[in-house]
């Protein structure tokens, strides 16, 4: 089931887009069925769960923390992640360049982006990811990747374009403006319900749960 899933994913996705495969609320046993099918890239957006399956899980799994990081969690997080795709705070930021700092490390990181219509979304706006940029070399632990984003929660696809469009040219603009930051050229975003429209409207890399591991409904 879950290496026809995959397979069925990976077999449409151009070379240019990486697969997350967004393992929260599932069990060990499922990822390592992921894991014998190839798969090496997993998203989870709580810190425990996070620490736990990175110590059980084999060494060259590649974590990406997806959720909201309150500052208290770095320590589970940060030890264990490539990449933190859910920065959303200059607090959060400015935490994460301060653990780097004491443990000698550089933080790959991306910014989340409120593009959705709902208020509720977690995000930076444009002008605030502006400004984190143009003082960029102030976070000397922290490597700006790129950004991600989770469109409107609907089904009408034209709004989802839409919001894909809206990050997709502002990280063109972005690009353009910081030319200098080289490794900022990553889009995440797609997620079970709307990855191809992600894809089509640029994205690098798709967050994919419930498509691979079937529905978390006990949550
Ligand atoms: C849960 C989650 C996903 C995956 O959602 P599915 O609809 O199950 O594919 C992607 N991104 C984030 C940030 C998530 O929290």
């Known amino acids: 089931m879950i290496s026809e899933n995959l397979h069925k994913i990976q077999s449409e996705l151009p070379a240019t887009v990486k697969l997350l495969a967004v393992s929260k609320f599932q069990p060990l046993e499922k990822l390592l069925e992921a894991y014998q099918c190839g ?66 490390r ?54 989802i374009r839409a919001d894909f469009t809206r990050i997709a040219s502002y990280l063109d603009y972005l690009r353009d403006l910081f030319p200098d930051l080289e490794d900022f050229r990553e889009l995440s975003i797609g997620m079970s319900g709307d990855w191809r429209i992600a894809i089509a409207c640029g994205s690098t890399e798709v967050r994919i749960g419930s498509s691979i591991f079937g529905s978390r409904d006990n949550h």
């Open 106 to 159: 550089v933080i790959p990181v991306l910014l989340e982006m409120h593009i959705a219509a709902e208020q509720s979304k977690q995000g930076f706006y444009e002008e605030e990811v502006l400004d984190i940029l143009f003082q960029a070399g102030k976070y000397a632990h922290v490597r700006f990747c790129g950004l991600m984003g989770m469109a409107s929660h609907t089904d009408d696809e034209e709004v």
């Open 39 to 104: 798969q090496r890239r997993f998203g989870e957006n709580r810190p425990q769960e996070l620490a736990l399956k990175a110590v059980q899980m084999p060494q060259d799994v590649e974590w990406h923390f997806i959720g909201h990081l309150q500052t208290n969690k770095l320590k589970l997080v940060l030890p264990y992640a490539a990449l933190v795709e859910s920065v959303d705070s200059l607090h959060l930021l400015e935490s994460i360049n301060d653990w780097g700092a004491v443990h000698d």
